[in-house]
């Protein structure tokens, strides 16, 4: 998909592919783009993006001493600078049109962390193994309530001195309600069972659900997940998580509980690889799904 340019020049339309690196702290999202850098043959610029509530507008700054942006420009990137951005609305015409990074003529742009865009050409999750005992899908409590307006009037009902004569009204017509004028035991009996009813139905009934982990969440709307196994050890952990992420998209359970009954079906391409092993087959086919996406957007 192609995004509105960021520069409109007198000759051409900028189109660009957007990459999106997302992942927990220290997972190996910035090995990973230092890694896709040096074999693209597109121009490449990078961007270092947080979001802070705490900001009234989008911010662009180019610190020098800023770790990931120097490691960007070391692996080839022509343009770095670190955004941050306010709350979860798409800044995108904030993001293409006034920052000063996107001014400059690239092929491709890669965003590290939160993302001020809704939509992108690629979304990336890098993901560390599950610890022992950690699991990706986890059960999820859902608390939903039942017909709440139909059980507020009918308790309001029962309050009044003639009320359960006024349902047996409704119910059953002007014969039923003077049955309960003369017999007012029945009354009290119904307005008690009536009671513990709306009671009952008013408490909030627990829905137990298929969600993602805390610590994996955002993965699930990923095109491409690569789990980062950094040795041996977690080789076998690594890739159950990249069999269960694809699991997702097959599973019906899975699929309407986490994504919904519209969710797409598409299936995830998710490895598990050493991104620091130049030789990782894994690795190389996550690159490879990378700059399918770069060529296909930008040319």
């Known amino acids: 998909m192609c995004y509105p340019p960021a520069v409109i020049t007198s000759t051409a339309v900028i189109a660009r592919a957007l990459i999106h690196v997302a992942g927990p702290a220290s997972s190996g999202k910035t090995a990973f783009i230092e890694a896709m850098l040096p074999g693209s043959d597109a121009l490449v610029i990078a961007a270092r993006c947080v979001r802070d509530d705490t900001l009234s507008q989008f911010r662009e700054t180019t610190p020098g001493s800023h770790p990931e942006l120097h490691r960007y420009r070391e692996a080839g990137a022509i343009g770095a600078a670190l955004l941050t951005f306010p709350g979860d609305a798409d800044l995108s015409d904030s993001f293409f049109f006034t920052t000063d990074l996107m001014m400059d003529y690239s092929q491709a742009v890669v965003l590290e962390g939160d993302s001020p865009l809704r939509s992108v050409d690629l979304r990336v999750f890098v993901a560390p193994p599950p610890a022992e005992g950690h699991q990706l899908f986890v059960r999820s409590t859902h608390e939903r309530g039942r017909d709440a307006h139909e059980n507020i009037a009918l308790e309001q009902l029962l309050r009044k001195p003639d009320g359960m004569v006024d349902v047996l009204g409704v119910i059953g017509g002007a014969r039923l309600a003077e049955l309960g004028r003369e017999h007012p035991e029945i009354l009290e009996k119904m307005r008690t069972r009536l009671s513990g009813v709306t009671q009952a139905r ?19 709307h990923a095109q491409l997940v690569v789990v980062n196994a950094r040795d041996d050890g977690q080789r076998q952990a690594a890739e159950q998580l990249a069999a269960d992420i694809i699991r997702l998209r097959k599973d019906n359970d899975l699929l309407t509980d986490i994504l919904g009954p519209r969710g797409s079906r598409i299936p995830i391409t ?17 690159l490879t799904r990378v700059r399918r996406a770069i060529r296909s957007a930008s040319s």
């Open 202 to 220: 008013r408490a909030p009934q627990p829905d137990k659900r298929w969600a993602i982990a805390d610590s994996y969440a955002g993965i699930e």
């Open 270 to 286: 998710a490895v598990a690889a050493n991104i620091a092993d130049p030789d990782d087959p894994a690795r190389k086919k996550a």
